[in-house]
């Protein structure tokens, strides 16, 4: 009966996380899910105009170094870039962390909401 109770009390912990994390998301903000993401890999906090970017991966800088410009500054003073020829605001922002390491962030929103 208690390894019942528990199954019963993480499966409704499971679901109170995603749906904060729906709600998050649909408000455009971003998740604890994704903070703990950004923090386990490394990447800096990312602010623009007073909105916190949504980590979205590492690349390798090397890879995409000749297709990037620089697209504005963060407020924190982080440059950052963008590919070449895509609209402002660009649908990925790139952050170079020293030596050949990149992060990718996007702006958080719903997809249906482009």
Known sequence: MRKKRWIVSIV???IILFISEWVMLSSEKVGVLNITQRVISGAPHVVVQ???LSYQGKVKWEDIQ???EVYS???EGTI???ALGTPVPP???YV???NQQGFR???PHLPWKL
């Open 66 to 68: 000749n297709s990037i």
């Open 80 to 82: 950052l870039y963008k």
């Open 12 to 14: 409704i912990l499971i």
């Open 105 to 107: 962030y996007k702006f």
């Open 50 to 52: 007073g909105q916190t």
């Open 91 to 93: 649908p990925w922002i």
């Open 73 to 75: 500054v963060s407020d």
């Open 96 to 98: 170079r962390k020293e």
